[in-house]
């Protein structure tokens, strides 16, 4: 089985801090791990993805996240908030292949000016 | 340059009055999935093609259907809506060469059901 966890539904900050999003996730194989955005009225788009290659993974718009295995977290990270950002944040999880993706509930990222 | 498109965007429609939402891609994926989002909540899968093989969930009503006549179309028919399915509809593909588990989604169709 698998789940993942997002810690914050909300997470606000001012423009230009540093953004921290948390994701927990448990799974029984090695994981898959992603990080989609999702703009008002938008489709998700996927921002960065862990495969088992590199624990540090660098996505767009500056996002990146670390893939801690002794931790179980896959947290996203932003050095500087832009407005553009406010958007919600999803974490999920996979095993293998298709069909078996397991979404977090979502974080709603805020930024104010 | 858009790769999946979902058509209509935004759909209104009355109380058991069925209604049909398109997707179609230019990415030649061979998976396309249907998703449900309700406000505030993430999408929920309601059923997948893996080329013709049709995969159905097994908690998706049976008041939804699917359809898929080739490789870039799939069709998501609800047969008699209901307020519960009001909802954000959201069409997604996924390919062996770009990765299974690697999702491109559509832009959604959001269906009000008045």
């Known amino acids: 089985a698998q789940s993942v966890t997002q810690l914050d539904s909300h997470v606000s900050v001012s423009e230009g801090t540093p953004v921290l999003l948390r994701c927990n996730y448990s799974?029984?194989?090695?994981?898959?791990l992603f990080w989609y955005v999702q703009h008002p009225n938008k489709g998700l788009q996927l921002l960065l993805k862990?495969?088992?290659?590199?624990?540090l993974v660098k996505g767009i718009n500056g996002f990146e996240a670390e893939f801690k295995k002794s931790e179980t977290s896959f947290h996203l990270t932003k050095p500087s908030a832009h407005m553009s950002d406010a958007a919600e944040y999803f974490c999920v999880v996979s095993y293998s292949g298709y069909s078996t993706l397991t979404f977090g509930k979502g974080t709603m990222l805020l930024v104010s000016p | 340059d858009a790769m999946v498109i979902q058509n209509p965007r935004y759909q209104v429609t009355q109380f058991g009055k069925p209604v049909t939402l398109s997707c179609s891609q230019t990415?030649?994926?061979?998976?396309m999935y249907w998703y449900q989002q309700k406000s505030s909540q993430a999408p929920k899968l309601l059923f997948h093609?893996?080329?013709?093989?049709?995969?159905n969930e097994a908690d998706t009503p049976d008041n939804f259907q699917s359809r898929r006549p080739n490789t870039s179309f799939c069709f998501l028919d609800i047969r008699s809506p209901g307020l519960g399915d009001a909802a954000m509809y959201l069409c997604a593909t996924s390919s062996v060469t770009s990765g299974l588990n690697v999702l491109t989604f559509g832009a959604g169709s959001r269906l009000t059901v008045l």
């Open positions: 990415l030649n994926h061979n998976v």
């Open positions: 799974s029984s194989y090695s994981p898959s």
């Open positions: 862990y495969t088992s290659a590199a624990t």
């Open positions: 093609y893996y080329d013709k093989d049709f995969n």
